[in-house]
């Protein structure tokens, strides 16, 4: 059963960045698509982005220029950076699965339990 | 980015109603779409994708219709586990966008 994990801190200061781990077990990160996702009680859920686990990268154009993401397959983990953060990026952020068959994609089949980041001095 | 609406936002139904909610799309998706239950503090669950297809091990009284811009999930006779928030999420164009959600509450 394939499970997802999300790590890192809880509390980060305004301005700072937000760095999140995604650790895949019970299955490969390779040939799939790697999906971050928040959600905050004003905006409800939020598409952040995905990588491939080529590399190949797209992220919503609403935080386009403050989100990177990387992958480490050897590791089967997949990395969130959000910098230059507000209290409007408090929220819990998930990670999930996107898989595709060829023809059509399947969007996120698993998911992470998700964590509360919260952004306060 | 294409808007997606759900209706209605709150729900009051009893054990054995047959529920629906809507999602209509601000554009044409085809049927790039999937519908999700979270209960509180949970990471939401995929119950359909493509629409209508049903995902594995979702119990067959959930069913998925609609294709373009307007899309259901019905629930044909709900049971206690079943209130919680459903959401749709469209996956035809970047960005993905989720409905709002509809909450379904017990009367």
């Known amino acids: 059963q394939v499970q997802l994990q999300e790590s890192g801190p809880g509390l980060v200061k305004p301005s700072e960045t937000l760095s999140l781990t995604c650790t895949v077990s019970g299955g490969s990160i390779s040939g799939y698509y790697w999906n971050w996702i928040r959600q905050s009680p004003g905006k409800g859920l939020e598409w952040i982005g995905y990588?491939?686990?080529?590399?190949?990268?797209n992220y919503n154009p609403s935080l386009k220029s403050r989100v990177t993401t990387s992958i480490d397959t050897s590791k089967n983990q997949f990395s969130l950076r959000l910098k230059s953060v507000t209290a409007a990026d408090t929220a819990v952020y998930y990670c999930?699965?996107?898989?595709?068959?060829?023809?059509?994609?399947?969007?996120?089949?698993?998911w992470g339990q998700g964590t509360l980041v919260t952004v306060s001095s | 980015d294409i808007q997606m609406t759900q209706s209605p936002s709150s729900l009051s139904a009893s054990v054995g109603d047959r529920v629906t909610i809507t999602c209509r799309a601000s554009?044409?998706?085809?049927?790039?779409l999937g519908w999700y239950q979270q209960k509180p503090g949970k990471a939401p669950k995929r119950l359909i994708y493509?629409?209508?297809s049903l995902q594995s091990g979702v119990p067959s009284r959930f069913s998925g219709s609609g294709s373009g811009t307007e899309f259901t999930l019905t629930i044909s006779s709900l049971q206690p586990e079943d209130f919680a928030t459903y959401y749709c999420l469209q996956h035809n164009s970047y960005p993905y966008t989720f409905g709002q959600g509809t909450k379904l509450e017990t009367k």
């Open positions: 999930a699965r996107t898989s595709f068959d060829g023809n059509n994609y399947y969007l996120f089949d698993y």
């Open positions: 554009q044409g998706i085809r049927n790039d």
């Open positions: 990588i491939h686990y080529s590399g190949s990268t």
């Open positions: 493509a629409a209508s």
